[in-house]
């Protein structure tokens, strides 16, 4: 009963995120970005074959994941010990 609430409470908080961000209007990149980027283009895939960029990318995002499942766990172990009647 209690894994239920927090679960509720979980789904809300990031339904009413993703509620927030489908309000916000269409936003598009500025030219001068898009041609900046495109100059950027040639140092990239000369440093794309001494370090592997894709890569890591990859490997951030993969420590960041693991990051938030544990500080996930960190709050949902908080509010559980939160609860007056567990030790």
Do not use: C, H, Q
């Not at 509720?8 to 509620?19: E, G, K, M, Q, R």
């Not at 990239?44 to 592997?52: K, M």
């Not at 420590?63 to 908080?78: C, D, F, M, N």
């Amino acid at each position: 009963m209690i894994t239920e609430f927090l679960i509720t409470i979980l789904y809300n908080v990031v339904v009413f995120i993703v509620n927030i961000f489908a309000v916000l209007p269409d936003v598009s990149l500025p030219a001068a970005l898009s041609s900046s980027l495109n100059a950027i283009s040639p140092y990239y895939a000369g440093l794309n074959t001494v370090f592997p960029i894709g890569t890591l990318i990859d490997i951030l995002g993969v420590e960041l994941g693991i990051i938030g499942a544990y500080l996930t766990y960190k709050l949902v172990r908080w509010a559980y010990i939160k609860i007056p009647t567990i030790n």
